[in-house]
């Protein structure tokens, strides 16, 4: 919706005022429908595929983004057309059809002889040297993509994807780096990455995360231990509209207090567990793949 809006009001439009009107679901209605449960498990189905650059719901800025912007301001019209080509949605759908048409072609019995620790090698389309390592946890999946000039990971998937990305014909080289090195450090990464997954508290969007701030300064209480603890985890949605309304009114301290107890009253939760983050060693990682960019 955000992206559709950007395109009406087009660099050199000829109106100076562009209305953008959105229709917010009733709080029923929502929950009925379960818009945000559904699409977040469409994100999680592509995420599953290796194919969706996180996170969608919720980014932090980037360099490219800022990089964006300057070209917005120097009214660079071509600006629109490479964005949306980037579209991290349209393009891991793209490359996941891709995949599975691969799969259905090579057949998955095929696929599922290949050894685990295979590598092959490939120039670097744009020069960038590195290597590419997928690693396996369990159920879980691991990419990575160790850039040799920076001496770093690349942390955007979509962008690995791209660098890795290659033809059934393309020709292979021989890496002239030693990997082994890289692919320990690969482990290391991934286990201190899920380390620190472990111990990140869960993020709350506005004004819950005012408000458990400000619960935190208050006297100690049973009222206010129940209060902290209710708001500690993240609520839905319609419950966040609700609770704007109440902090946008507030009053003075005893006001926002009683309020807040009637709100997490009448809003009783159910929370679902979070998933536990997976707790792995370097020997539970297991090398599934490699690719040299020379």
């Known amino acids: 919706m955000v992206q559709r809006i950007g395109r009406v009001d087009r660099l050199g439009s000829d109106y100076d005022v562009v209305h953008a009107y959105n229709f917010i679901p009733e709080d029923a209605l929502e929950s009925l429908l379960g818009l945000v449960r559904r699409l977040r498990e469409r994100l999680e189905d592509i995420n599953r595929s290796g194919l969706l650059d ?111 990305r290659c033809g059934e014909g393309e020709p292979t080289v021989v890496p002239d780096f030693d990997i082994y090195p890289i692919i320990e450090r690969a482990k290391r990464h991934v286990v201190a990455r899920l380390q620190r997954a472990r111990l990140k508290p869960p993020r709350l969007q506005p004004p819950q995360n005012h408000i458990l ?47 807040l107890e009637s709100f997490a009253r009448d809003n009783p939760l159910t929370r679902p567990e979070r998933p536990p983050v997976p707790e792995f060693t370097e020997e539970d990682l297991k090398l599934v793949c490699y690719m040299a960019l020379v």
């Open 54 to 164: 996180a996170p969608v719901l919720g980014e932090m800025p980037t360099p490219q983004d800022f990089n964006a912007l300057r070209r917005i301001a120097d009214e660079d019209e071509t600006i629109w057309g490479e964005l949306e080509s980037l579209s991290e949605l349209d393009v891991g759908e793209f490359l996941k059809q891709e995949l599975l048409d691969f799969l259905k072609r090579m057949g998955e019995e095929k696929l599922r002889d290949i050894p685990l620790g295979v590598g092959t090698g490939k120039r670097a389309p744009d020069g960038r040297r590195g290597l590419f390592v997928h690693l396996r946890g369990g159920n879980q999946h691991f990419w990575l993509f160790y850039d040799l000039a920076r001496g770093k990971f690349l942390g955007r998937r979509l962008e690995v994807m791209r660098l890795v």
């Open 213 to 259: 701030n400000w619960l935190k300064t208050l006297q100690r209480s049973e009222a206010v231990e129940e209060l902290t603890s209710y708001f500690a985890e993240p609520l839905p949605e319609p419950y966040l509209r609700r609770l704007r309304r109440i902090w946008r009114n507030r009053g003075d301290a005893e006001a926002l207090l009683a309020s």
